[in-house]
T-cell receptor
Framework: AQSVTQLGSHVSVSEGALVLLRCNYS??????LFWYVQYPNQGLQLLLK??????LVKGINGFEAEFKKSETSFHLTKPSAHMSDAAEYFC???????????????FGQGTILTVHP | DAGVIQSPRHEVTEMGQEVTLRCKPI?????LFWYRQTMMRGLELLIY????????DSGMPEDRFSAKMPNASFSTLKIQPSEPRDSAVYFC?????????????FGEGSRLTVL
């Protein structure tokens, strides 16, 4: 079984500041990990994914995340926030079963990112 | 390529009415998922299909909910009778294990309001 905990339902930063969104996971098997972003009235879009290759994963829009097995964490960062980054962000985990993943994701509760001018 | 297509985008209905939500997955994807999103419960997996066969429906809240996938390019989620607590955004997503990434591709959602 898998689960995800996102620490902080709301995060507020100033434009140009560091963005850090926290995600901890629990999984009984090696996981695949994902970050998705949701803009208002839209579906979820993939930001980046960890699939057991490099532990530092780079995604779209300047975001990156580091898989830390010892800490069971997959925190999302961006060095400099932009107003367009304001959205809700979801961390998700799925089972890495035999080298393939079947897409059955378990999502965290989401973190709403607000960016102030 | 076209993404996952859902219809209707918005539905307002009265309690007791039947609601049918529709989804067309990405061509070639053999997994299809129905999720529900609410403020209180976040994103919940309702049911998923593999090659048109339901694999896990343990997330379907009760017998008022049913889902079908008659062919590889079409799925429906039906609520009968609907209740105000069913108000939510319902997302359809598809994936292809053949891509070996586990990524889900989401539609834009169907926002349901039951009065």
């Amino acid at each position: 079984a898998q689960s995800v905990t996102q620490l902080g339902s709301h995060v507020s930063v100033s434009e140009g500041a560091l963005v850090l969104l926290r995600c901890n996971y629990s999984s009984s098997v090696p996981p695949y990990l994902f970050w998705y972003v949701q803009y208002p009235n839209q579906g979820l879009q993939l930001l980046l994914k960890y699939t057991s290759a490099a532990t530092l994963v780079k995604g779209i829009n300047g975001f990156e995340a580091e898989f830390k097995k010892s800490e069971t964490s997959f925190h999302l960062t961006k060095p400099s926030a932009h107003m367009s980054d304001a959205a809700e962000y979801f961390c998700a985990v799925s089972a890495n079963a035999g080298g393939t993943s079947y897409g059955k994701l378990t999502f965290g509760q989401g973190t709403i990112l607000t960016v102030h001018p | 390529d076209a993404g996952v297509i859902q219809s209707p985008r918005h539905e307002v209905t009265e309690m007791g009415q039947e609601v049918t939500l529709r989804c067309k997955p990405i061509s070639g994807h053999d997994y299809l998922f129905w999720y529900r999103q609410t403020m209180m419960r976040g994103l919940e997996l309702l049911i998923y299909f593999n090659n048109n066969v339901p694999i896990d429906d343990s997330g379907m809240p009760e017998d008022r909910f049913s889902a079908k996938m008659p062919n590889a390019s079409f799925s429906t989620l039906k609520i009968q009778p609907s209740e105000p607590r069913d108000s939510a955004v319902y997302f359809c997503a598809s994936s292809s294990p053949g891509q070996n990434t586990g990524e889900l591709f989401f539609g834009e959602g169907s926002r349901l309001t039951v009065l």
